[in-house]
T-cell receptor, first 115, second 108 residues
Framework: DSGVTQTPKHLITATGQRVTLRCSPR?????VYWYQQSLDQGLQFLIQYYNGEERAKGNILERFSAQQFPDLHSELNLSSLELGDSALYFC??????????????FGQGTRLTVV | KNEVEQSPQNLTAQEGEFITINCSYS?????LHWLQQHPGGGIVSLFM???GKKKHGRLIATINIQEKHSSLHITASHPRDSAVYICAVTNTGNQFYFGTGTSLTVIP
């Protein structure tokens, strides 16, 4: 158990809908990362938050947004869903100071299926 | 062009064999990560390196910053090592770049 909790584990929804994925980081970790893993594109970094602020942005679509709350949990919002958004979405957390890389601990992922 | 290249893509080994997975990268990095993903989908961070060598049990990871290359070695491989091994790097802007993974199967 990594200590990172993601909910829900599975999600099936229709095209055009909006979903929210939730991540609770390990106790004490200030950084949360979101990743997308699809069959045709492998793992891709979406976005990172550190202590409530956006720290780094990857290949995140404009239809997607994220935030980190004062209690440090994070939510990834996916809207106007398309079939191609079907993927595993991972959250990871780390204790990270400014300018430092530290080991990341991954949640079990949310498997999103868009039908 | 991928910023991170891994080889081989697929690897089958007999139990007990010594295994090496290679990773080359083309960007300046602050750290390199080796990740393990089991068939159930969960990802485990094995190592984070910025220089030198690290060892955890039968796993050894090395990095050569000048050559922009890292290797993951598994000694005395076991069927439970069967998984996808992913190399990832973070640059100084905290951007992550992932390799496409090496699928390892260890046969008893």
């Amino acid at each position: 158990d990594s200590g990172v909790t993601q909910t829900p584990k599975h999600l099936i929804t229709a095209t055009g809908q909006r979903v929210t994925l939730r991540c609770s980081p390990r106790s004490g970790d200030l950084s949360v990362y979101w990743y997308q893993q699809s069959l045709d594109q492998g793992l891709q970094f979406l976005i990172q938050y550190y202590n409530g602020e956006e720290r780094a942005k990857g290949n995140i679509l404009e239809r997607f947004s994220a935030q980190q709350f004062p209690d440090l949990h994070s939510e990834l919002n996916l809207s106007s869903l398309e079939l191609g958004d079907s993927a595993l979405y991972f959250c990871a957390s780390s204790v990270e100071g400014p300018g430092r890389s530290t080991e990341a601990f991954f949640g079990q992922g949310t498997r999103l299926t868009v039908v | 062009k991928n910023e991170v290249e891994q080889s081989p893509q697929n690897l089958t080994a007999q139990e007990g064999e010594f295994i090496t997975i290679n990773c080359s990268y083309s960007v300046g990095i602050s750290a390199l990560h080796w990740l393990q993903q089991h068939p159930g989908g969960g990802i485990v961070s094995l190592f984070m390196l910025s220089s030198g060598k690290k060892k955890h049990g039968r796993l050894i990871a090395t990095i050569n910053i000048q050559e922009k290359h890292s290797s993951l070695h598994i000694t005395a491989s076991h069927p439970r090592d069967s998984a996808v091994y992913i190399c990832a790097v973070t640059n100084t802007g905290n951007q992550f770049y992932f390799g496409t993974g090496t699928s390892l199967t260890v046969i008893p």
